[in-house]
């Protein structure tokens, strides 16, 4: 998929209070001035932004569709391992010519168009997951840094079952990493609610789910067994 240059606002990037280190917007600008040193793209690709290699941000763009019966949950379990795994991690960078190593910490900036549906309901994951929250009570801390995230209906059901779930629709992540068979089997509610939803779907809609979920379980396996 190529990356496009995509014009956002200026409006500012609203720090989760929540959550340290943890950002949101509907733009993928001003990150030197946050300090920012991992983006989440939450936007259909063609609305992907263009991230010069030389700023040493670390770039993720999902190919996220702001309508109710995009499948969110096959996403959450890989996106909220890479959220957790950036602010965890430590970002390095060379200081002026004396070449002087400079620590820093992460900040990871989740953005999507309009900083108020999608971008939202993967903040307000990870806010549930870590802090053990259900999707009210997550929602309602995220609003106090924006109070204009809304999640749309959809997704909304489906951080409401992903709290059921217990923050994960992935059974284990399987012990033979050389067996994909075995690798991260979902679980059954999961299933159950997919095999629902997918009466609704087209056959290109389907086809374009499949790609994409196993694009989201391979970057769930990769984190999970580099841990």
């Known amino acids: 998929m190529a990356y496009v240059t995509h014009a956002v606002s200026a409006d500012p990037i609203n720090r989760i209070d929540a959550i340290e280190g ?36 670390k770039h993720l763009a999902v190919p996220l569709v702001d309508t109710q019966l995009e499948d969110l949950l096959m996403y959450l379990d890989a996106l909220v391992l890479w959220i957790e795994d950036a602010l965890l991690g430590e970002q390095v960078a060379q200081n002026g010519e004396e070449n002087q190593v400079q620590r820093q910490q992460p900040r990871v900036l989740v953005h999507c168009l309009q900083g108020v549906s999608r971008s939202a309901a993967v903040v307000v994951a990870y806010t549930m997951q870590a802090l053990g929250l259900d999707y009210d009570a997550a929602l309602a801390r995220v609003r106090r840094s924006r109070p204009a995230v809304s999640p749309n209906p959809g997704f909304a059901d489906q951080l409401r079952l992903w709290h059921r779930l217990q923050y994960r629709i992935f059974a284990e992540a399987g012990a033979d990493l050389d067996d994909t068979g075995n690798l991260a089997a979902t679980k059954p509610e999961y299933q159950s609610w997919r095999s629902g939803r997918g009466i609704l779907m087209s056959r290109a809609e389907e ?20 841990q």
């Open 22 to 57: 943890l950002f949101i917007s509907e733009s993928s600008e001003l990150l030197a001035k946050h300090g920012i040193t991992h983006v989440l793209t939450l936007t259909e690709d063609r609305d992907w932004p263009t991230i010069a290699a030389e700023s040493g941000v």
């Open 207 to 226: 086809e374009r789910r499949a790609a994409n979920f196993g694009w989201a379980k391979g970057i769930f396996v990769a984190l999970m067994y580099q």
